[in-house]
Protein backbone atom coordinates (compact mmCIF):
# COMPACT_ATOMS: atom_id res chain seq x y z
CA UNK A 1 0.00 0.00 0.00
CA UNK A 2 1.42 3.10 -1.35
CA UNK A 3 -0.19 7.04 -1.10
CA UNK A 4 1.50 10.03 -2.96
CA UNK A 5 0.32 13.34 -2.17
CA UNK A 6 1.27 16.55 -4.56
CA UNK A 7 -0.20 19.96 -4.57
CA UNK A 8 2.30 21.79 -1.69
CA UNK A 9 1.90 25.65 -2.32
CA UNK A 10 1.60 29.03 -0.91
CA UNK A 11 -1.98 30.60 -1.45
CA UNK A 12 -3.24 33.82 -0.42
CA UNK A 13 -6.15 34.25 2.04
CA UNK A 14 -9.27 34.06 0.45
CA UNK A 15 -7.58 31.63 -2.08
CA UNK A 16 -8.23 27.31 -3.39
CA UNK A 17 -5.89 24.80 -3.54
CA UNK A 18 -6.42 21.65 -4.45
CA UNK A 19 -4.13 17.92 -3.04
CA UNK A 20 -4.44 14.78 -5.04
CA UNK A 21 -3.23 11.62 -3.69
CA UNK A 22 -2.03 8.57 -6.19
CA UNK A 23 -2.43 5.45 -4.56
CA UNK A 24 -1.59 2.18 -5.14
CA UNK A 25 -1.84 -1.67 -3.79
CA UNK A 26 -5.67 -1.53 -3.07
CA UNK A 27 -8.43 -0.21 -5.35
CA UNK A 28 -10.41 3.16 -4.35
CA UNK A 29 -13.25 0.85 -3.87
CA UNK A 30 -13.74 -0.64 -0.15
CA UNK A 31 -11.64 1.83 2.48
CA UNK A 32 -12.04 4.39 3.59
CA UNK A 33 -9.38 7.30 2.57
CA UNK A 34 -9.00 10.80 4.03
CA UNK A 35 -6.89 13.48 4.74
CA UNK A 36 -5.02 14.53 8.07
CA UNK A 37 -2.76 18.07 8.99
CA UNK A 38 -0.27 18.87 11.31
CA UNK A 39 0.69 22.17 11.95
CA UNK A 40 3.32 23.17 14.46
CA UNK A 41 2.85 22.83 18.01
CA UNK A 42 -0.85 21.56 17.52
CA UNK A 43 -1.86 17.59 17.64
CA UNK A 44 -2.78 16.26 14.31
CA UNK A 45 -6.15 16.64 12.77
CA UNK A 46 -8.68 14.36 10.85
CA UNK A 47 -9.52 16.79 8.24
CA UNK A 48 -11.74 15.13 5.50
CA UNK A 49 -12.12 11.10 5.13
CA UNK A 50 -14.49 9.35 2.35
CA UNK A 51 -16.12 6.39 2.52
CA UNK A 52 -15.20 4.23 -1.01
CA UNK A 53 -17.97 2.16 -1.43
CA UNK A 54 -20.41 4.13 -0.75
CA UNK A 55 -18.83 7.99 -0.93
CA UNK A 56 -19.76 9.02 2.44
CA UNK A 57 -17.73 11.93 3.73
CA UNK A 58 -16.76 13.16 7.32
CA UNK A 59 -15.51 16.48 7.69
CA UNK A 60 -14.09 18.24 10.33
CA UNK A 61 -16.08 21.67 12.07
CA UNK A 62 -13.20 23.67 11.10
CA UNK A 63 -13.24 22.90 7.42
CA UNK A 64 -16.68 21.91 6.62
CA UNK A 65 -18.12 23.78 4.17
CA UNK A 66 -15.20 24.81 2.47
CA UNK A 67 -13.28 21.51 1.40
CA UNK A 68 -14.61 18.62 -0.31
CA UNK A 69 -13.00 15.78 -0.88
CA UNK A 70 -13.02 13.42 -3.56
CA UNK A 71 -12.24 10.60 -5.88
CA UNK A 72 -11.53 9.32 -9.38
CA UNK A 73 -11.29 5.40 -9.00
CA UNK A 74 -10.43 4.96 -12.84
CA UNK A 75 -7.06 7.37 -11.81
CA UNK A 76 -6.26 5.78 -8.53
CA UNK A 77 -6.56 9.03 -6.89
CA UNK A 78 -8.60 11.11 -4.29
CA UNK A 79 -8.27 14.78 -3.37
CA UNK A 80 -8.78 17.51 -1.25
CA UNK A 81 -10.06 20.77 -2.76
CA UNK A 82 -9.84 23.69 -0.34
CA UNK A 83 -11.65 26.76 -0.71
CA UNK A 84 -11.71 30.05 0.71
CA UNK A 85 -8.49 29.51 2.83
CA UNK A 86 -7.67 31.18 5.85
CA UNK A 87 -4.09 31.69 7.83
CA UNK A 88 -4.90 28.74 10.60
CA UNK A 89 -5.06 26.52 7.49
CA UNK A 90 -1.41 26.53 7.06
CA UNK A 91 -0.51 22.66 8.24
CA UNK A 92 1.51 19.62 7.29
CA UNK A 93 -1.48 17.61 4.84
CA UNK A 94 -0.73 14.20 4.99
CA UNK A 95 -3.23 11.54 2.84
CA UNK A 96 -3.93 8.22 4.52
CA UNK A 97 -5.85 5.34 4.36
CA UNK A 98 -6.29 2.28 6.68
CA UNK A 99 -7.23 -1.12 4.76
CA UNK A 100 -9.05 -1.70 8.32
CA UNK A 101 -11.64 1.07 8.41
CA UNK A 102 -14.65 1.65 5.42
CA UNK A 103 -16.16 4.26 7.45
CA UNK A 104 -14.99 8.02 6.73
CA UNK A 105 -15.99 8.89 10.75
CA UNK A 106 -13.53 5.88 12.05
CA UNK A 107 -11.20 7.04 9.46
CA UNK A 108 -10.97 10.66 10.45
CA UNK A 109 -11.13 9.81 14.08
CA UNK A 110 -8.42 7.19 14.70
CA UNK A 111 -5.17 6.96 13.62
CA UNK A 112 -4.40 5.14 9.91
CA UNK A 113 -1.86 2.45 9.42
CA UNK A 114 -0.77 3.69 5.80
CA UNK A 115 0.31 7.49 4.95
CA UNK A 116 1.87 9.46 2.62
CA UNK A 117 4.72 11.69 2.48
CA UNK A 118 3.41 15.41 3.95
CA UNK A 119 2.85 18.69 1.76
CA UNK A 120 3.31 21.77 2.81
CA UNK A 121 -0.06 24.15 2.66
CA UNK A 122 0.87 27.68 3.63
CA UNK A 123 -1.71 30.60 3.61
CA UNK A 124 -0.73 33.90 3.82
CA UNK A 125 -0.73 37.27 2.31
Known amino acids: VQLQALGEGLVQPGGSLRLSCAVS????????VGWFRQAPGKEREGVSCLSTWNDITHYSDSVKGRFTISRDAAKNTFYLQMDNLRPEDTAVYYC???????????????????WGQGTLVTVSS
Open 25 to 32: GFLLDRPA
Open 96 to 114: ATDLGHSSSYALCTTSPSN
